[in-house]
Structures are given as structure tokens and as C-alpha cells.
């Protein structure tokens, strides 16, 4: 603050901005601090019934988002006789409880973690809607076969067609190949090139079908649980790999364009390899943009940081009259 005092190109919003960064961290302190305490004044009974909870156990830690930034807190959980439900009293005391703000809205008694997880469900049909999913004339979604994925699919788009990634579906057959005729290179080629040029061009079926003479073929052991194993994949699979309808219908067979334009946001934003939350990546696309559109100053009018004043040079930096944009993952 003193050499924002002593600087002459400073004025009054510069101030105003140092001193609310200055002070930020301690009113974070002060409001945990602040709900800690209250939170350890919450007598142990039912928010709902106001009979005194059993089986108390302490130290349950939650997280959440004040205006000053993350908090902690430590609270006491217990077993509501009564209502045969377990309950954390400082949640609904401090106002945390959206279930408790539910039940009086709506009458619906539901726990948190539902709701949570109805939050997010929402949140991504919302994400689909944006992204034209109510005008689109069809929606397909291309998976790698996992469980979870096509039950993500019945949930937040049953509308939509699902289809196996054919590079995945190119990879457990190699798995195959090398179950039946080993690691050689030559013979691997041998066995795997005309069930692929089939698997593309002709019936999933006919493949199928040769696996399962394979499987049948072989005596036993590890060898066929592997092959077993895989062909257990294509027949939970097959209704999900009719490439000629879709080569014919002129989309996608696999989901590399995804895949690679995911990579390149990785390399762009937070390099590949690295973690990085959702929210935490949105925020940086939202800077990237003013970044580049060399309007850092409209988010920031009092802060010296300019990229037109740094000698930073930000990946395909937009020509005059150019405007870069992106939406959020």
C-alpha cells in the first residue's frame, strides 16, 4: 500500500483495489473463525424434530465458498431416533443445509447428497442446451465402452444414439491377437488387419462370430479367459457398432476430433499431464479470452499487469480486428 502511496500514476482505484487484496485473507480468518464458533455452539439435537441426537461423533469437516474465499469447518454429527436419519445440526444453523431449504419450500425431505448430485445432472443438461442440443436434429454420443458412460448417456440425453469409438474397439481386438497368436509383429498383422477392414466396413457380427470360434477353439487357461474377457465386450457392444450406418449417415465413427481438440485445450491452458478442476479451468478461459482480445484492462483497470506492457505472447495471438472467444468446458 505505501508505494502505491508514493507512486504518482496512481490513483484512488488503485488504492481501493490494493487495500480490499490486503485485507481479504484476514477477513477470511475472521468469518472461519466466526463459523467455527457457531458451529461448536450448535446444541446436539434434530433440526427437524428437536429431540437430542445419539451417537455423536465430532470432527466432520466441510468446505465451502464465502465471499472472502474457502472455509473450513469442523461440525457434529449424530443419529436422530425419531426420525431414524442421520443429522449434522451446525449445517442447517449455519445455513448450509439445502435440503432443510427444500423440505420447507416444497415439503420433500431429501439428503444432501442427492441433491448434489441432481445439481450436477442439471448442470450438464444445461451445458448440452447451450450448445444447441434443443435444435440439434439428432445427438450422438461416441463412448469407449465403459459402463458408466452409456448410463451417463440414458440419464442426461436418452434421446441420443450411442456408438462404440471404433479406435477403442480396434484396441480389444488387438487384446485378441495377441491372446491367440502372441506378440509377433508379422503374425499379429496377419490375424488383425482383415477382422479391422471387417469391423469397419462390414457387420460387427461376423467379427463377433469369429471370436467366439476362437474362443471355442482354444483349450482353456489364460489364454481364453483373456479372449473370453473380450468377447464378452463386443457382444455388450455389438447394438452399438453399426459403422456402415453411420459412415452412410456421414458422421463420426470415432471420437479423435474430441479427443484432440481436448489435448490441445490441455497443452493451451495447463499442459498435459497436469489436474485442474472444472471451475478453476473456466475461470482461466474467461482471462484467456480477455487476454488475447487485449482487453485485460476492462477486468482490470487498476492493475498494472497489461499484456500489452509484458512481453508475454499468448498462442496465435489475434490479428487487428480479430476477436478470439471460447466457451467453458
Not at 445439481?119 to 458408466?148: E, F, M, N, T
Not at 503374425?187 to 466396413?201: E, G, N
Not at 470360434?213 to 481364453?224: D, F, K
Not at 493451451?268 to 480477455?290: I, M, V, Y
Amino acid at each position: 500500500m505505501q508505494q502505491l502511496v508514493q507512486a504518482s500514476d496512481q490513483n484512488l482505484g488503485h488504492l481501493e483495489v490494493q487495500a480490499a487484496h490486503d485485507v481479504r485473507e484476514l477477513l477470511r480468518q475472521a468469518v472461519a473463525r466466526g463459523t467455527q464458533t457457531n458451529a461448536d455452539a450448535t446444541p446436539p439435537t434434530c433440526p427437524v424434530c428437536g429431540q437430542p441426537l445419539r451417537r455423536l461423533s465430532s470432527g466432520h469437516a466441510r468446505t465451502f465458498k464465502c465471499r472472502f474465499g474457502f472455509i473450513p469447518v469442523q461440525r457434529t454429527r449424530g443419529y436422530c431416533k425419531r426420525c431414524k436419519k442421520g443429522r449434522t445440526p451446525a449445517d442447517t444453523a449455519l445455513g448450509l443445509e439445502a435440503s432443510a431449504v427444500l423440505e420447507h419450500l416444497t415439503g420433500l425431505c431429501l439428503p444432501r447428497a442427492t441433491l448434489d448430485r441432481e445439481a450436477k445432472r442439471q448442470g450438464q443438461r444445461a451445458q448440452a442446451l447451450r450448445r444447441g442440443l434443443g435444435q440439434a436434429a439428432g445427438a450422438l454420443v461416441l463412448g469407449d465402452g465403459a459402463v458408466w458412460l452409456w448410463r451417463l448417456s440414458d440419464d442426461r440425453w436418452p434421446q441420443a444414439r450411442q456408438r462404440l469409438d471404433f479406435s477403442h474397439a480396434v484396441q480389444h481386438l488387438a487384446a485378441v491377437g495377441r491372446a491367440l497368436v502372441g506378440k509377433d509383429k508379422a503374425k499379429l498383422t496377419a490375424w488383425f488387419q482383415p477382422l479391422v477392414r471387417q469391423r469397419k466396413h462390414e457387420s460387427s457380427v461376423k467379427v463377433i462370430r469369429q471370436l467366439e470360434e476362437a474362443l471355442a477353439a482354444l483349450p482353456g487357461g489364460a489364454r481364453a479367459t483373456a479372449v473370453a474377457r473380450e468377447v464378452a465386450y463386443f457382444r455388450e457392444q455389438q447394438g452399438r457398432m453399426d459403422d456402415r450406418a453411420v459412415r452412410r449417415a456421414g458422421e463420426p465413427i470415432g471420437s479423435d476430433l474430441v479427443e484432440a481438440t481436448c489435448g490441445q485445450d490441455q497443452c493451451r491452458f495447463k499442459r498435459p499431464g497436469q489436474f485442474w478442476s472444472p471451475r478453476g479451468d473456466e475461470a482461466l478461459l474467461c482471462l484467456e479470452t480477455f487476454w488475447r482480445n487485449r482487453r485485460w484492462s476492462l477486468l482490470f483497470p487498476h492493475s498494472a499487469f497489461h499484456p500489452a506492457k509484458n512481453s508475454y505472447a499468448p498462442h496465435g495471438r489475434a490479428r487487428a480486428g480479430s476477436v478470439w472467444c471460447c466457451a467453458p468446458l
